[in-house]
């Protein structure tokens, strides 16, 4: 699976978006960009993934550019309770691969 | 459904005592995966099962470590004996064969060897 480039750690202002990028420029065709985060002291938690176009649920937005290269993670209005490690990750779809690498991912602090 | 329940939630024993983790995946997931979190190495995949057979256990440190599925609503992780390094959390997730959706992680043990 293709290495994934994050920020170690952002800070954000409560209300505001959080942006949080990640760089993937060796992905390749059929690989998938997912999105999870890690509350203090819980297991991991699935936000959102996308292929090729911009994808958007209840969580957040995720903005994929046309090359696929990199990627953002939206959160809208974030609160306090958004503060977490967020992990983006690549991973191809099918075949006998269906392993999920984590890396150390950016640690979000949503400020008051 | 209650989600992917792990249990016990903390565990405290001696080097040398053997330790068993227990994992009640989501009913109808195909997929279960242990994990374990430290400060030093993040989160690393042990083994995953798919229906029940291990498919890549490339991520078990050594033979004290060993995990089986003896059907599709429960998995453990067994170490015989603990040391200290095992200290760790330990995460079972597991997935529906589509993967949409991604994994759902169990809330962890916390293990401590001393």
């Known amino acids: 699976d293709a290495k994934t480039t994050q920020p170690p750690s952002m800070d954000c202002a409560e209300g505001r978006a959080a942006n949080l990028p990640c760089n993937h420029s060796?992905?390749?065709?059929?690989?998938?960009v997912y999105w999870y985060r890690q509350i203090h002291s819980q297991g991991p938690q699935y936000i959102i993934h996308g292929l090729k176009n911009n994808e958007t649920n209840e969580m957040a937005s995720l903005i994929i550019t046309e090359d696929r290269k990199s990627s953002t993670l939206i959160l809208p209005h974030a609160t306090l309770r958004d503060t977490a490690v967020y992990y983006c990750i690549v991973r191809s779809e099918g075949g006998s691969n269906y392993k999920l690498t984590f890396g150390k991912g950016t640690l979000l602090t949503v400020n008051p | 459904d209650a989600g992917v329940i792990q249990s016990p939630r903390h565990e405290v024993t001696e080097m040398g005592q053997e330790v068993t983790l227990r994992c009640k995946p989501i009913?109808?997931?195909?997929?279960l995966f242990w994990y374990r979190q430290t400060m030093m190495r993040g989160l690393e995949l042990l083994i995953y099962?798919?229906?029940?057979?291990?498919?890549?256990d490339s991520g078990m440190p050594e033979d004290r470590f060993s995990a089986k599925m003896p059907n599709a609503s429960f998995s453990t992780l067994k170490i015989q004996p603990s040391e200290p390094r095992d200290s760790a959390v330990y995460f079972c997730?597991?997935?529906?064969?589509?993967?949409?959706?991604?994994?759902?992680f169990g809330s962890g043990t916390r293990l401590t060897v001393v």
């Open positions: 009913s109808g997931h195909d997929y």
């Open positions: 997730a597991s997935s529906p064969r589509t993967a949409r959706g991604g994994y759902t």
């Open positions: 060796t992905i390749s065709g059929n690989e998938y």
């Open positions: 099962f798919n229906n029940n057979v291990p498919i890549d």
